[in-house]
């Protein structure tokens, strides 16, 4: 008799291993029949409002999806982001809103698909002790992620410091964490900083901490992938933002899991400060994040109209594609990830 198996064969035998595999609730079938679809994904800065996709792969939440993901690289500010989505180079990033729609006014098909978190204060300006208002700023060194101009961190820095009549020396750095090296060694006199690098400069050096006021509006950091991929795979990029959601979900109800993990993406020593970081973002991350920017988008024609006239006429649909998350609601699972605690 020959060794080789017939398609009936073949087909009979699938069959029952799909049957055996129903009395354990299916979990061994995806990995009897398929492997995991490779994605890859990335950010524009290592920040908690940027955390959600890798928090999820560490935990595992996108493994459940069938999908098996990668961070090629990470804090690649956000010119680099949204180049090398247009390259291939990944599938998904998250990045700022700013980069994506200066994507599209150049002729790119960058889509955002989600906001990461609801509008809060995430970003400041940290000065050295003897800075004690924005104005001493004046002529001085500030640390800055990227590019003032197209960079949504650095416009807001920008912004923030023109409206209170400063003129700086900007200082591309490329990560918090270096910019925060450069104001601890004194070469530079101020920069920009996330919500948990502000308090840790505000306690151990006595840093003076300004809030960003560049933007009339929220304009939120988000987390998208390319048209193009959306028409050739729907099913992939449907997988992702389920993964997503369960993880935002995952997030606010399992401390013990995601707090080391945030401990591990931003770099922190201290648990405690871990802690307070998961508890602050627990209510800040949505449960069915929807870009909705409302009067943000007039804020985001108003920051790039000066570089791109055609900005003025840009739509949120331009930019975003909300049917992900539309059918995730219509299918009823936000509701039920929260029918036990609808406030988390």
């Not at 004046?138 to 920008?158: E, F, H, I, M, P």
Request: proline share 3%.
């Amino acid at each position: 008799m020959s060794g080789r198996m017939t398609r009936r064969q073949l087909m009979t035998a699938g069959a029952g291993i799909a049957a055996f595999g129903g009395l354990f609730g299916g979990i061994s079938v995806g990995f009897a029949m398929a492997a995991d679809t490779k994605v890859r994904m990335t950010t524009g800065l290592r920040a908690a409002t940027h955390s959600m996709s890798w928090l999820g792969t560490e935990a595992g939440m996108f493994k459940k999806q069938g999908l098996d993901v990668s961070f090629p690289k990470l804090e690649l500010g956000a010119a680099e982001v949204t180049a090398g989505l247009m390259r291939g180079d990944w599938e998904f990033c998250h990045a700022g809103t700013l980069p994506f729609a200066e994507n599209v006014l150049n002729g790119g098909d960058a889509v955002v698909l989600l906001r990461n978190t609801a509008p809060h204060k995430n970003q400041f300006i940290v000065a050295r002790r003897e800075h004690t208002t924005l104005g001493h700023l004046a002529g001085k060194r500030v640390g800055v992620l990227s590019d003032v101009y197209t960079g949504q961190s650095g416009v807001n820095t920008r912004l923030t410091l023109e409206k209170a009549g400063v003129t700086a020396t900007y200082v591309r750095l490329g990560t918090y964490q270096n910019i925060y090296a450069a104001l601890a060694a004194g070469d530079i006199d101020a920069g920009t900083q996330p919500v948990h690098l502000r308090f840790s400069g505000e306690r151990q050096y006595g840093w003076n901490v300004f809030d960003t006021t560049g933007f009339d509006a929220d304009i939120p950091s988000v987390c998208g992938t390319t048209r193009k991929l959306i028409a050739s795979n729907r099913d992939l990029v449907t997988r992702v933002v389920r993964g997503y959601v369960e993880t935002i979900h995952a997030f606010k109800t399992q401390p013990d899991v995601f707090v080391p993990l945030l401990q591990r993406f931003l770099n922190i020593g201290d648990r405690k400060v871990a802690e307070d970081l998961h508890a602050f973002y627990v209510p800040l991350f949505p449960h069915a994040p929807r870009l909705a920017m409302s009067e943000g988008m007039q804020a985001v024609r108003d920051v790039l109209s000066k570089k791109y006239p055609a900005a003025q006429r840009l739509q949120e649909s331009d930019i975003s594609d909300s049917s992900f998350i539309d059918e995730l609601e219509r299918s009823g699972l936000i509701q039920r990830l929260y029918a036990g605690d609808p406030k988390r």
